[in-house]
């Protein structure tokens, strides 16, 4: 079962950068989709971003044009470009690895991101 840690949360003042990552434990070729969630006290957890094995791509209405999801295969890793961010982006996001017919899927722990001025 491949495991997945997140890191690159922190502070960041409104309209500024972060690039999260999600580091996996081992080979993502042969995971078809991993994403980025995200989770505020008292509220659900939502779906951020996804990426598919192709490279095919799904943002929430609310990154759109903001945030870039993408592979490196290379390094296993799957990264989370965050841009022109919003006091509302505040969140501990997650990474996940989506349930398949070939392994149950996994959550990472969590990386803190707050942007406050």
């Known amino acids: 079962q491949v495991q997945v840690v997140e890191s690159g949360g922190g502070l960041v003042q409104p309209g500024g950068s972060l690039r999260l990552s999600c580091q996996a434990s081992g080979s993502i070729f042969s995971i078809p989709v991993m994403g980025w969630y995200r989770q505020t006290p008292g509220k659900q957890r939502e779906l951020v971003a996804h990426?598919?094995?192709?490279?095919?791509?799904w943002y929430a209405d609310s990154v759109k044009g903001r945030f870039t999801i993408s592979r490196d295969y290379a390094k296993n890793t799957v990264h989370l470009q965050m841009s022109s961010l919003k006091y509302e982006d505040t969140a501990v996001y997650y990474c996940?690895?989506?349930?398949?017919?070939?392994?149950?899927?996994?959550w990472g722990r969590g990386t803190q991101v707050t942007v406050s001025s």
């Open positions: 990426i598919t094995s192709s490279d095919s791509t």
């Open positions: 996940r690895i989506f349930p398949s017919a070939t392994n149950g899927g996994s």
